[in-house]
């Protein structure tokens, strides 16, 4: 099992920046990759950005030059840095670990870009 616990949720600005952290704990061996997705309301839950355990990054196209995802191996985290923000990216963000089994899930957090 793996847990995720997802923060950073927020209300900003047109072009501001917003940080979301991801803590996974219990059995992060055997975790593959991690990523964030986002659901904006009446629309189908996207993959965001996403980061395996050897390092590669991927990115939505609407994203790249914006977001960065990265992580702390120490810390068990995954950070997405998000900058220049959009109203279109205002949406619930969710945390993402893949294993062989299994994906799981954090619970989601609000990101609202707003002016």
């Known amino acids: 099992q793996v847990q995720l616990v997802e923060s950073g949720v927020g209300l900003v600005q047109p072009g501001g920046s917003l940080r979301l952290s991801c803590a996974a704990s219990g059995s992060i061996f055997s975790i593959n990759a991690m990523g964030w997705y986002r659901q904006a309301p009446g629309k189908q839950r996207e993959l965001v950005a996403a980061?395996?355990?050897?390092?590669?990054?991927n990115y939505a196209v609407s994203v790249k030059g914006r977001f960065t995802i990265s992580r702390d191996n120490a810390k068990n985290t995954v950070y997405l840095q998000m900058n220049s923000l959009k109203p279109e990216d205002t949406a619930v963000y969710y945390c993402?670990?893949?294993?062989?089994?299994?994906?799981?899930w954090g619970q989601g957090t609000q990101v609202t870009v707003s002016s």
């Open positions: 993402n670990a893949t294993t062989w089994l299994r994906d799981y």
């Open positions: 980061i395996t355990s050897g390092g590669s990054t």
